[in-house]
């Protein structure tokens, strides 16, 4: 019945009566009506139909109404975030209740030009359980400052609730339901330690996004019975690739070494490259204690000074990773690779290896791009240089065919054993990181392909077509640039936004006008559905090469067990994971954007404590950001600063929204998006997590007007 209402209801957009369903549908006994009341509730309750104030049935879509989540202010304001369309703007006076991280649906009130605003309707779900905060007491009630200033709520807390919290510590608060006036009340679930304790400050953030830092005991019991030796049975029924030169090449602090890589050169001129992948589901058993917490957790986190594993260190940093020197079981994808780049045939297995070295990529880098060679290193330097041309090959045919190359700079943020920032550097990518990051797409797109055609349920890693309107507004935002751009409207095509980023390579503003292409594009999730990976212009990709700190990639695993190696194919096991995986896929997508958010908040609030040690100093970056409240200047460690139009001394400069750029009344002078400027650092707060600059020659115009007022 729920297939013939939503179809009537698409037959014209508009609402149906109760007594207009009942006649189309040819409904005549009570018990017919009372299924379709339940039906139409259920369409209701899954968001697929709204029912109107006057007691009629719509398609959701086609309402004034909409789903989001909430973005809130201090200030006591919010946004509804709604994906692919336009925030809506919510004014204190309309929120019903809602507080930030809400999922909600919002009617749209009005529409000011692009703006929209609304009011709050109803909260679907309060994602907001825990909020993490400074501790203090008031009136004989505990409160907390959340740390998260969105959050514009007050919170009691009892006594007897507090878990013996004092003024200053950080905590970590479970809302338990709403008190008087519109408070709510909470008790302390966990204390961090005081707000001036090396660590806290992390702990903190980690907290807000509920990662959780410590592993249970009874996962840790279940860690105690796994053997940290390979053992004779599990040799048996492997290809043993023991005496084959296998290594690893990892950042020179990784500790959970995943993959390792080998080569041969075939006699009819092809490459063998070999991609070894540690057999984390041999160990950690499906639905077992430290899966269950696996799933849970979804993924490593990795912090400016620490990482929060999926998996506990002695699996992380023990039997799974493939260190140096010592038996390790794997499974290997093995593909044979012709001069243009094309794998033209393959074989995916259960193996046990043995690394000869483990590499890091600054050594390699050296080999490869110095030809220095550092001791030990001198046995694998014709399998390096190999493994160099190999990789330009797979990139050369990866640009072929439309892979974007966004060229994105990192920081890298340098911790003393406080935990305190004491430096800020641009993280290196060089050839060996480039040659890794070739070998393992190489895999992962064989591995998903060989799975695709035998059609099965898996887990793929999709990346889709950009939205038509966000790049139409990215060509407008050229345009006030005086830069014109070609790309059809109707077929986006990655070979497409290739050429309009390679157009943009020599443009001064290339860095700001990628990340703004990128952040253009649609995000990569996990789904059992391929549609492919656009920014890779992949038919068929998923993650296979670093299942001890991704779920997704264990999951896997699982599969290729299940299918390849014990041939399990019948109609059960294939309904069961088919089944799996949608939970699999979604909840997996959901903790990685946690853990990326979570990172980005660590490096924000770092970089912020960073620059408090440097009040009063002078740097040179660029505008990267023009707004009506100031400008944002980024250094060329990636720090970015405000530079508020508050703090524009010396003349009157007002906002040219037209240009993107600040002029002064008086003088002419222009600051425009991508102009080099001096910046002298005015202000750093690593709660809020902002840094404050002034342009270095108004902070020698506000000189001069202190002078000449004496």
Not at 155 to 181: C, F, P, Y
Not at 395 to 414: P, S, V
Not at 528 to 540: D, E, P, Q, R, V
Request: aromatic letters at 8%.
């Amino acid at each position: 019945m729920q297939e013939k209402i939503l179809e009537i209801l698409k037959e014209e957009e508009r609402a149906y009566s109760i007594e207009e369903l009942e006649a189309i549908l040819g409904i005549r006994t009570a018990e017919e009506l009372k299924e379709l009341l339940s039906v139409l509730r259920d369409l209701e309750n899954s968001l697929k139909v709204y029912h109107t104030n006057k007691g009629n049935y719509m398609l959701f879509n086609n309402s004034h109404l909409r789903v989001g989540k909430l973005i809130g202010n201090k200030k006591g304001f919010g946004f509804v975030d709604i994906e692919g369309d336009e925030d809506v703007f919510i004014p204190p006076t309309c929120m019903n209740g809602a507080i930030h991280g809400d999922q909600v649906i919002v009617e749209i009130t009005s529409k000011k030009g692009l703006d929209l605003e609304g009011r709050i309707v109803k909260v679907i779900d309060r994602k907001l359980h825990q909020i993490v905060g400074e501790f203090y007491y008031k009136a004989g009630l505990g409160h907390i400052d959340p740390d998260d200033t969105k959050i514009n709520i007050r919170i009691d807390i009892e006594q007897s609730k507090t878990m013996g919290a004092m003024n200053g510590h950080k905590v970590l608060v479970r809302l338990i339901g709403k008190g008087e006036k519109g408070n709510y009340k909470g008790e302390v679930i966990k204390i961090l330690g005081h707000k001036n304790d090396p660590g806290v400050d992390i702990l903190s953030i980690v907290s807000k996004y509920e990662i959780e830092d410590t592993f249970s005991d009874e996962v840790m019991e279940a860690v105690e019975k796994i053997p940290m030796e390979v053992t004779e049975e599990e040799y048996v029924g492997r290809r043993d690739l023991r005496d084959k030169v296998i290594f690893t090449i990892d950042g020179a602090d990784a500790k959970d070494l995943d993959d390792a890589v080998s080569i041969d050169k075939l006699e009819n001129g092809h490459y063998l490259l070999g991609v070894h992948i540690a057999d984390v589901s041999h160990y950690v058993k499906e639905n077992g204690v430290i899966d269950q917490d696996a799933f849970e957790r979804g993924t490593s986190v990795y912090l400016a000074d620490r990482v929060i594993p999926m998996l506990p260190h002695k699996l992380s940093n023990g039997i799974c990773s493939l260190n140096g020197g010592v038996d390790r079981l794997t499974i290997s994808c093995d593909m044979e690779i012709d001069e243009q780049g094309n794998v033209v045939d393959y074989d995916i297995y259960e193996s046990v290896i043995n690394s000869k070295k483990r590499m890091t990529y600054q050594a390699v880098n050296n080999i490869l791009e110095k030809n220095i060679v550092e001791p030990g290193y001198e046995p694998f330097v014709d399998d390096l240089k190999e493994m160099e041309k190999l990789a330009h090959i797979l990139r050369k045919n990866k640009e072929r065919r439309g892979y974007i190359d966004f060229d994105i700079d990192e920081a890298k943020i340098i911790v003393d054993e406080k935990g305190e920032a004491v430096d800020v550097k641009l993280r290196e990518r060089g050839t060996g990181e480039k040659l890794i990051e070739d070998f393992m797409i190489a895999a992962n797109e064989t591995v998903a392909t060989h799975i695709y055609y035998m059609e099965l349920p898996f887990i793929y890693r999709i990346h889709g077509k950009p939205n038509e309107e966000k790049i139409d507004s990215f060509a407008q935002f050229l345009k006030t640039l005086g830069i014109s751009i070609q790309y059809k409207k109707d077929d986006i095509t990655p070979k497409e936004m290739q050429q309009v980023l390679n157009s943009l390579r020599e443009n001064k503003l290339f860095h700001l006008l990628s990340s703004l292409l990128l952040r253009s594009m649609q995000k990569a999730v996990y789904d059992k559905t391929n549609i492919g990976h656009f920014g890779l212009a992949s038919k068929c990709y998923t993650h296979f090469t670093s299942p001890i700190r991704r779920y997704p990639d264990q999951t896997v695993h699982r599969l290729l067990r299940t299918y390849l190696f014990d041939k399990k194919l019948d109609p059960e096991t294939i309904r069961t994971w088919d089944l799996k995986l949608i939970s699999i896929a979604q909840h997996s997508s959901e903790k990685e954007r946690n853990a990326i958010s979570c990172e980005r908040e660590v490096d924000d609030m770092k970089k912020a404590e960073y620059m408090m040690k440097h009040i009063g100093e002078e740097y040179e970056g660029m505008i990267t950001s023009v707004l009506n409240f100031g400008m944002f200047v980024e250094l060329d460690n990636l720090i970015e600063g405000l530079v508020a139009d508050e703090n524009m001394r010396g003349d009157t400069y007002y906002y040219d929204e037209s240009t993107f750029s600040y002029v002064g009344k008086n003088s002419g002078k222009r600051y425009r998006l991508g102009d080099r400027v001096k910046v002298t650092v005015l202000n750093a707060n690593k709660e809020n997590k902002t840094v404050d600059f002034i342009l270095s020659e108004m902070k020698d115009m506000k000189k001069q007007e202190k002078e000449a007022s004496n």
